[in-house]
């Protein structure tokens, strides 16, 4: 009897030991925004490979601030042209906005019919509408209409596992780098938090292609190809 006990005991010990190296593991993660790093999609990517600054975006398509971040970085391709490569990465808040994940999803097949902006942008623009509605949302089907997308094969590809998954992925990638509200933006790995913050680091960008030897409006072409629209 006492030789089981010991062993239970020390079973106990080893279970306990494994979750305090668990929780220690995600709260680094956390704490220096580590994680398991995926890369978006090509259609979701914007930017040369190598350009000297870097944006990683987690978004949400029901999120106010995250329309207004759009448009600060239309403004910033503008301006810094190849100089900026940008991924974008969604993070549903599903608990306050119920149709964000499956508005991701239509989007990312919007992606693979080559019209992932211009869905997004009819997303943003009818936010009020399709966000807040107490049923599903005719939108997401009006949208592709307007813009001439297979609606069967988008809606099968919106419902597929697949898709689902990889938006999942991203989402438990950015629970792993301590996101927790949208828009949160990662320049060359510094977090910022909201459109403004992301203005903020916008600040530094000239020093940074300075230093990379850019030209004017982000002309890296010496270093690394065509500049890139967003």
Known sequence: MA??????????????????????????????????????PDFRTFGPAKAPVRIVEYSDFACGACRAAAGKLEELFKVYGGGIRLELKHYPLVNIHPWSLDAAAYADCA??????????????????????AKERPAEFRTFARDLELDWPKLEACSAAPQTRQRIKLEMAEGDMKNVNSTPTFFV??????????????????????KAAHCGPLGNCTEIQGKPAAF
């Open 111 to 132: 992606g693979e019919q080559g019209k992932f902006k211009e869905y997004s942008a009819l997303l943003f623009e009818g936010q009020e509408k399709w966000g807040e």
């Open 188 to 209: 060359n790995g510094k977090r910022a938090v909201g459109p403004m913050q992301l203005v903020e680091q916008a600040r530094k960008f000239d020093n940074i292609l």
């Open 3 to 40: 030789v089981i006990n010991k062993t239970k005991a020390r079973l106990a010990a080893l279970a306990g030991l494994a979750i305090f190296a668990a929780t220690m593991a995600v709260l680094l993660a956390r704490q220096f925004s580590l994680g398991p790093e995926r890369p978006a």
